[in-house]
């Protein structure tokens, strides 16, 4: 009660104590805007003073513009009157950590081009929510919760919701990899897997190895980690495994970081038997492999190409960190770690630590909707959907287009490089004619990659997929007949 502490004086008028008193508590920011305050009658009670004094203060207060009535419902507030321009002022941005900085830095929302309305947007590899099946997730909701009640609204377990742990390791079981050995816990998504793996298991200054390009996001949890990236270059059929090779025969290398299939960006599926060789070259230099199980479901030009976790049987060099957020409700934001028990075991203390535990609520609904077999289906609609679109892009690309290189096999994106073109002055001169992209630089661990660029297709139709890629092919040529002006 604002009023709790009130204490008259002898010496001012009762109306004008109960005035001053309200536009202090308003500038302390001890009421809130909006806030209602008692009724006249009420707080001349309260107070034991006449009603009318509080009448006239409230009239007072009204004049000001520090309160406003409205009829039948009473007096509230107005903070807008007192905008405290002397509070506490701190300088934030002299107080950031080198955390703070560099994630800051490397935060492309902030920095690349951002979507608009009207645009024509090739950045999102976000899946299409048109697709969703809205009527199985609604019933999976219910399902859930009259199952579960109240309890899975409650505090949940770090390592996970116990009937999605038990479904996920026969799924990954599925794919091959053998999980009698291994354990398994529940994340928020991969990025957070992957941010647990190098909180437990690096130290600022270890060295990392990974495909370059790779995947954006894990270049910056790695970067604001203090890790040191060692980039591999990428072939048309995946990683230079001669290049890896040389780079791991160094020494002090901590862990490697791959994306076998639909690799992000480049969109490359490693062949099995490549799969096995790059597998046998870590383990002959004993550095342990971090799998990231991108978009596998989406495989669509062959059979099941088994996981590199699935060659490592019966061993624990291969951790692997899965999530369904480029097919499956990216919201919910559910993701998980297969790996030797002891690695599961520290990154369930490490999760404590961080956030508790991943939304029983969303595992909850996840499990209901993956059990019902709602997913098999949805996998199989989305699969065509995005077959569709990857197979009318390419036709497109190479019409309007005609680039130095395409790599991948589809999925959400196509990667396509252009000889003597930078992809960010390109990107410009398309922005102007309302169509972005994402360029190829930023998925490079040493700034290189500048010829490249990555079309996202997953939220686009058809019609805005041959208009965007044809208004490329215009800019570009534009560019070209611009730089032999130049010359």
């Known amino acids: 009660m604002i009023f709790s502490s009130f204490v008259f004086n002898k010496e001012e008028p009762i109306y004008l104590q109960i005035e001053n008193y309200i536009k202090d508590m308003i500038k302390d920011g001890m009421v809130v805007n909006n806030g209602k305050l008692p009724a006249t009658r009420e707080l001349g009670k309260l107070l034991n003073v006449s009603r009318n004094s509080v009448i006239t203060a409230y009239e007072n207060l009204k004049c000001e513009g520090v309160v406003y ?65 809205m009527d199985e997730f609604k019933k999976a909701f219910l399902n859930r919760i009259s199952i579960e009640g109240h309890k899975i ?34 994340t928020n998504g991969f990025t957070e897997g992957l941010e647990m793996l190098l909180t437990a298991y690096t130290n600022p200054g270890d060295k990392i190895i990974c495909e370059n390009p790779t995947h954006n996001t894990s270049i910056k949890i790695m970067k604001v980690h203090g890790l040191d990236i060692v980039g591999v270059n990428m072939k048309q059929d995946g990683i230079d495994v001669e290049e890896l090779e040389d780079k791991l025969k160094l020494g002090g290398i901590k862990f490697g970081y791959l994306i076998p299939s639909y690799h992000n960006p480049t969109g490359i599926v490693i062949t099995g038997e490549k799969r096995y060789q790059v597998y046998n070259i870590f383990k002959k230099y004993n550095v342990p492999i971090i799998e990231d199980g ?67 609520l969303d595992q909850g609904i996840l499990y209901e909707y993956l059990k019902s077999g709602a997913f098999e289906k949805h996998v199989k609609k989305v699969r065509k959907s995005y077959k569709e679109r990857y197979e009318f892009a390419l036709e497109c690309i190479n019409k309007y287009i005609k680039p130095t290189f395409i ?25 102007k004619r309302n169509v972005i992209f994402t360029p190829g630089d930023i998925f490079t661990v040493d700034n290189t990659g500048k010829n490249t660029l990555r079309l996202g297709l997953s939220r686009l139709t058809l019609e805005e997929i041959e208009e965007g890629i044809k208004i490329i092919g215009e800019c570009l040529e534009e560019y070209r007949n611009i730089g ?3 010359l």
């Open 69 to 133: 009535t409205i009829k039948g419902k009473g007096t509230f507030i107005s903070i807008k009157k007192f905008i405290n321009e002397d509070g506490w002022k701190v300088k934030w941005e002299e107080r950031t950590n080198s955390y703070g900085k560099l994630a800051e830095k490397l935060d492309i929302v902030k920095h690349e081009i951002s979507w608009e309305k009207n645009l024509i947007s090739f950045k999102s590899i976000s899946p299409d929510g048109n697709l969703f099946d």
């Open 153 to 186: 609204l409650n505090y949940g377990y770090a390592k996970g919701y116990k009937p999605l742990m038990e479904y996920l390791l026969e799924y990954m079981n599925g794919k091959g990899i053998q999980t009698n050995n291994k354990d398994i816990i529940i």
């Open 484 to 486: 032999r002006i130049g």
């Open 294 to 360: 991108f978009n596998e479901e989406l495989l669509y030009n062959s059979t099941h190409i088994s996981p590199l976790a699935a060659l490592d049987k019966g061993g624990s060099g291969v951790v692997y960190i899965g999530s369904f957020s480029k097919i499956l409700f990216p919201g919910i934001r559910v993701g998980w770690i297969v790996g030797d028990k002891k690695i599961i075991e520290t990154l369930e203390s490490v999760k404590r630590c961080k956030n508790i535990h991943t939304s029983f």
């Open 407 to 431: 790599y991948g096999e589809g999925g959400l994106h196509i990667y396509i490089g252009i000889d003597g073109v930078n992809s960010r002055e390109l990107l410009q001169k398309c922005y």
